[in-house]
């Protein structure tokens, strides 16, 4: 089972639709980032969050840290907006021996939204 | 209109030649990252630095690469030698948060490398 899960891994949706897309993940960690990768490639960071709800525009994106799950939100979607959705944490463990962090990436969720 | 800058953008080279790539962060900002990209693992996190220091490297195969921020507008990262499965796309994302790996960044257009 991999440490950070997204769901779907791929979504269509019409244009003006609601969608959610979602990360799980199994570790403790101390932030969560949303990233969006366009069709060429490019990276732009959306979100970072540690607790509750950030709002940007269309988007959205919740934490719930208890449960270990983040959802990202896009409201009155447009074509624009498809891409690929990652979800990234940074994981903290400690243990007798050794404190460690880490930066875990989820699998991506491909997302197109159609005129 | 800052934004990070990486060269080349594309390279390819044959096993076990030297690459290098390079990366200016945003001016100002003063933590940079090192990403690679590939269709099997996705992202991964090879290392960063804040205000030139490194702090983590782990990531990052230590026998063939080295990551080094010569000044605080140039970021490095080396291959020597390089292999076919060091074939993918390598990031540099600078910001300026505590957090390493998951505060709001900055990404370059990436470097796409590819080893025969």
């Known amino acids: 089972k991999n440490e950070v899960e997204q769901s779907p891994q791929n979504l269509t949706a019409q244009e003006g639709e609601f969608i959610t897309i979602n990360c799980s993940y199994s570790?403790?960690?101390?932030?969560l980032h949303w990233l969006q990768q366009h069709p060429g490639g490019g990276i732009v960071s959306l979100f970072m969050?540690?607790?509750g709800k950030k709002k940007h525009g269309r988007l959205i994106a919740t934490i719930n840290i208890q449960e270990k799950h983040s959802s990202l939100h896009i409201t009155a979607s447009h074509p624009r907006d498809s891409a690929v959705y990652i979800c990234?944490?940074?994981?903290?463990?400690?243990?007798?021996?050794?404190?460690?962090?880490?930066?875990?990436f989820g699998p991506g969720t491909s997302l197109s939204v159609i005129p | 209109d800052a934004r990070v800058t990486q060269t080349p953008r594309h390279k390819v080279t044959e096993m076990g030649q030297e690459v290098t790539m390079r990366c200016q962060p945003i001016?100002?900002?003063?933590?940079v990252f090192w990403y690679r990209q590939t269709m099997m693992q996705g992202l991964e996190l090879l290392a960063y630095?804040?205000?030139?220091?490194?702090?983590?490297d782990s990531g990052m195969p230590k026998d063939r690469f080295s990551a080094e921020m010569p000044d605080a507008t140039l970021a490095t990262l080396k291959i020597q030698p390089s292999e076919p499965r060091d074939s993918a796309v390598y990031f540099c994302?600078?910001?300026?948060?505590?957090?390493?790996?998951?505060?709001?960044?900055?990404f370059g257009p990436g470097t796409r490398l590819t080893v025969t």
């Open positions: 969050l540690s607790s």
């Open positions: 990234a944490v940074r994981s903290i463990s400690a243990d007798l021996k050794t404190s460690y962090d880490k930066v875990i």
């Open positions: 630095f804040r205000n030139r220091a490194p702090l983590d």
């Open positions: 570790v403790g960690i101390s932030a």
């Open positions: 001016l100002g900002h003063n933590t």
């Open positions: 994302a600078s910001g300026l948060g505590e957090v390493p790996g998951v505060d709001e960044q900055y």
